[in-house]
Structures are given as C-alpha cells and as structure tokens.
C-alpha cells in the first residue's frame, strides 16, 4: 500500500526557514519521481518543486528559485524541502506527490502539511 507522511510544516516569520519531509512506503522508491507541491486558499495546486529518481535532476517552480530546495535519502525513502527566506505568499497546504502511474501524473499524494509565513 503506498503511503506518503509529510511533517515539518508550522507558523514561521518572513525570512525564516522551514524543512519539509515526505516520508514513503509501499513500492521501489529509489525508482520514482517525487514532488513537492502546494496550494493556498482560493489558488490552484502549484508545483513546488520535483526530483528524479537519483536526486541529481531537480526542478523549481520560478517562484522558489532559489529560495527553496528540493532532496531525497533512499535509503530512507524519504524527500524533504528546504525552505528559506520564506515570504507570505509561500503560505499554503504542501503535498508531496509520487510519480508512480503515467509520467507526469504524480498520482499518488500525502495528507499535506500546512505552512503559515506572518509577514
């Protein structure tokens, strides 16, 4: 059964710095594209930021580079986010998603982790 458990999310200044974790089960990790994605009341579901199997490809929504970065440990099957010089917009629901099903349809998702940035 595959699971996704985000933790790290809380209540944060602007300026400061927060460290996402999606912890995985459930299937081959180390084989899978994983994700970090967002969404604020009232806003669609953004991409945050994703990573390819070894860790080495990284991609950044434009609104985060820079400012966040995205990792992953297979060994612990997990993929964080670091998050620095976080801005009241960054406020918002974050998901980590798995691509497990067609590429790109990151098909599988956690519970979310809620992170507020008071201005």
């Known amino acids: 059964q595959v699971q996704l458990v985000e933790s790290g999310g809380g209540l944060v200044q602007a300026g400061g710095s927060l460290r996402l974790s999606c912890a995985a089960s459930g299937w081959t990790f180390s084989y899978t594209i994983m994700g970090w994605f967002r969404q604020a009341p009232g806003k669609e579901r953004e991409r945050v930021a994703t990573i390819g199997e070894s860790g080495v490809i990284r991609n950044y929504a434009d609104s985060v580079k820079g400012r966040f970065t995205i990792s992953r440990d297979n060994t612990k099957k997990t993929v964080y986010l670091q998050m620095n010089s976080l801005k009241p917009e960054d406020t918002a629901v974050y998901y980590c998603?798995?691509?497990?099903?067609?590429?790109?349809?990151?098909?599988?998702w956690g519970q979310g982790t809620q992170v507020t940035v008071s201005s």
């Open positions: 998603a798995a691509d497990l099903g067609r590429p790109g349809s990151f098909d599988y």
